[in-house]
């Protein structure tokens, strides 16, 4: 599902999991996409919470900041506290 994120879209966790098929398992889909390397063709930058904000890692790893830039490089825009506007940037699937 979240190889279907087109470019300067984002898609919540928890949508990524309803559109999965497991409604409730955000969770899971952060975990999944953690495991990432940020290498491979999954695009993991184009997740974000329900905040529309980029989760904070556990590790506290300099991989926030680098999903920062790939979305800003995709023309997506944060508000002054970190937010994205998601009426404007969540992808929405036709279904």
Same mark, same amino acid.
């Given at each position: 599902?979240?190889?279907? =994120?087109?470019? +300067?879209?984002?898609?919540?966790? +928890?949508? =990524?999991? *309803? @559109?999965? %098929? =497991?409604? %409730?398992?955000?969770? /899971?889909? +952060? ?6 390397? +940020?290498? #491979? ?15 904070? *890692?556990?590790? #506290?790893?300099?991989? $926030? &900041?680098? /999903? *920062?830039? &790939? @979305? $800003? #490089? $995709? #023309?997506? =825009?944060?508000? $002054?506290?970190?937010?994205?506007? @998601? ?9």
């Amino acid at each position: 599902m979240v190889s279907r =994120i087109p470019r +300067g879209r984002v898609a919540t966790y +928890g949508q =990524i999991a *309803r @559109l999965a %098929g =497991i409604p %409730g398992h955000a969770r /899971q889909v +952060g975990y999944a996409l953690g495991r990432s390397d +940020g290498q #491979g063709p999954v695009p993991w930058h184009r997740v974000v919470n329900a905040k529309g904000m980029i989760s904070p *890692r556990a590790d #506290g790893s300099w991989m $926030e &900041l680098v /999903q *920062r830039l &790939l @979305l $800003e #490089g $995709e #023309g997506v =825009i944060f508000d $002054e506290h970190g937010r994205i506007p @998601l009426s404007r940037f969540q992808w929405r699937p036709a279904s």
